[in-house]
């Protein structure tokens, strides 16, 4: 069998290609042929920064098809499209003894790459082999390109599900990248009154009404305008999609007394927050890692239908080859690229 060759960031604005032994997949594995891969904001946030997280998240937002089945899998065939999820709840770990099957232990470790049957690289490759439990069909109603946004849409669900949102609410997305505008399109479709986007691009804001927001405001104009459109009071829920740890005290300050804060990003840095503004205003913080392997279905869902649409987020389509320079422009600040997949099978 021909080496797999997949792209891993290693350092500080480092990505190299390494050749990995490509075997049959063993007993509950099954190996998928990579179509598209999208480039996510912690893959950015790991060439920017030099933090590595596990190989295995080094590009985690792909749809394929099934190209090798491991004995004992069932439920998938060769050839069939699947999007990646994360594994359902295991049953055995302290969280699902407890029946809190949503926060279940090992699931997590497998979103985060730190389980024992994560691969040694991640979906900026040709082929991955993955434990079968980590598959979905992709609906067939989904291009290629929408599917490969399933992971990062199924992201923005789970934390508009965890933000205590109710009709009519007043929402403020902070940050219109990939996350921030599909979770004010969750925000919109679970029923809020009104979604307002705080973002420095104005591509991006205009993307952002585009896709259904009420206003897109300049960071510098936010607090006044918050302030106007919601009569003095201040959003019911503030979802923060930046990933910069300052702005978690600006999320607090946009939001009502009694209102919720929703940590959607990750901040790669501790975060300072004035505690005695969050005590006066008697505020809530909900943070959200990732999903659940049950959410993966319910947002493919709202995706096939159009109550949520992730085409208007792809900008392009690059090889291989030239993602060290995408991670480059995405990384160096502000840019005209929203969501750049990665198609492996591309010789550029
Ligand atoms: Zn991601
Ligand atoms: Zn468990």
């Known amino acids: 069998m021909p080496d797999v060759i997949a792209a891993l960031i290693t350092g500080t604005q480092t990505l190299e290609l390494r050749e990995f032994p490509q075997h049959p997949p063993g007993p509950g594995l099954v190996t998928v042929d990579i179509a598209l ?6 893959d950015i946030a790991s060439f920017r920064s030099g933090h590595l997280h596990s190989p295995a998240v080094c590009g985690h937002e792909w749809v394929g098809t099934v190209a090798d089945l491991g004995k004992d899998v069932v439920g998938l065939q060769e050839g069939e499209r699947v999007v990646v999820s994360v594994v359902p709840p295991c049953g055995h770990c302290p969280e699902c003894l407890r029946g809190l099957t949503e926060h279940c232990r090992t699931a997590s470790m497998v979103a985060r790459g730190r389980d024992p049957l994560a691969p040694p690289h991640g979906g900026f490759a040709r082929s991955i ?4 439990g980590r598959l979905l069909p992709a609906h067939p109603d989904l291009t290629d390109e929408e599917a490969a946004q399933v992971e990062p849409a199924t992201v923005a669900f789970h934390g508009v599900r965890r933000s205590r949102l109710r009709p009519g609410d007043t929402v403020v997305v902070q940050g219109a990248g990939p996350i921030g505008l599909l979770a004010q399109q969750f925000a919109h479709a679970a ?9 420095p691009s104005q591509g991006r804001r205009d993307l952002a009404l585009e896709l259904g927001a009420a206003r897109a405001f300049e960071p510098a104009e936010a607090a006044d305008l918050v302030h106007d459109a919601t009569g003095g ?26 209102g919720t804060v929703s940590l959607l990003s990750f901040l790669a840095e501790p975060a300072q927050i004035d505690g005695a503004r969050w005590l006066a205003k008697e505020l809530s913080l909900v943070a959200s890692n990732a999903f659940t392997h049950d959410d993966v279905r319910r947002s493919m869902g709202f995706l096939a239908d159009g109550r949520v649409r992730a085409a208007p987020l792809h900008t392009r389509t690059i090889g291989l080859g030239e993602l060290e320079q995408a991670l480059a422009g995405l990384a160096a600040g502000p840019s005209d690229d929203v969501k750049v997949l990665v198609d492996p099978r591309s010789a550029s």
């Open 37 to 42: 891969c999208g480039i996510c904001g912690t």
């Open 129 to 132: 082999t993955v434990a079968a």
């Open 233 to 258: 009071l201040g959003a019911d829920v503030v979802i923060e999609c930046t990933g910069v740890p300052r702005l978690l005290q600006t999320a607090a300050d946009l939001t009502r007394a009694g």
């Open 191 to 199: 029923g809020a009154g009104q979604v307002l986007v705080v973002e």
